[in-house]
């Protein structure tokens, strides 16, 4: 564990203030995955890791650079990662608002997802947090378990992907991949499609 937990002491206290730890409990790497992995899909007002535990929410890019950020503290090595992703989900299976977003589009979801390798002695394990246990009922890829040296599934197919290098600032670098690899109107329906599914799973109606 590195000498500042600066972090681990945030997420303890919100963690504690919300009860979802009592005082006993530790916050070892499973623990903290749990806790992050179970913030709701929400974006916080920005994607520092101090404004994701003080508002407790994200999507893939906050909740990953703050678990970067709480491995480090528990001595663990990680780089977030950056994919390109293009989905199609089933019309079918899609809420009416979201459905109607993707239509234009021909169905399809675009999107640069985050997500974690961790270095470990036995190799690397792939992390990721972006989906609460909570959203498992909706079909999401929900990773329910955090073990050590085994890879989790990533939440969307992986088309290219990159390390996202420690001196930039990672919401920048992924915006470059964004506007690079996306047209203006994908990337419009990408934000539509992202706070209504926000809306849809906080419980809110969309606007």
Not at 9 to 27: M, N, V
Not at 135 to 154: D, M, P, W
Request: hydrophobic share 40%; net charge neutral; charged share 25%.
């Amino acid at each position: 564990m590195c000498s500042s937990t600066r972090y681990l002491d945030l997420l303890r206290r919100e963690a504690l203030k919300r009860g979802l730890i009592t005082d006993q409990t530790s916050i070892d790497a499973a623990t903290a995955f749990r806790l992050v992995r179970d913030m709701p899909y929400q974006r916080a007002s920005d994607r520092r890791p101090e404004t994701t535990l003080h508002e407790w929410r994200g999507t893939c890019s906050g909740k990953h650079y703050l678990l970067k950020a709480l491995f480090a503290e528990l001595g663990l090595a990680a780089d977030v990662m950056a994919c390109t992703v293009v989905t199609r989900p089933d019309p079918q299976s899609l809420p009416a608002p979201l459905a109607h977003i993707l239509a234009p589009s021909g169905g399809e979801f675009v999107d640069v997802h985050n997500y974690l390798r961790l270095h470990l002695p036995t190799g690397d394990m792939v992390v990721d947090a972006t989906w609460p246990l909570s959203t498992k009922k909706h079909g999401f890829a929900v990773n329910e378990t955090f073990k050590l040296g085994e890879s989790q599934r990533i939440a969307g197919q992986p088309i290219t992907s990159w390390v996202v290098p420690d001196d930039v600032d990672p919401q920048a670098f992924k915006q470059e991949l964004l506007h690079r690899y996306f047209s203006s109107d994908q990337l419009q329906a990408r934000e539509a499609f992202i706070e209504t599914l926000s809306l849809l799973l906080t419980g809110a109606q969309p606007r």
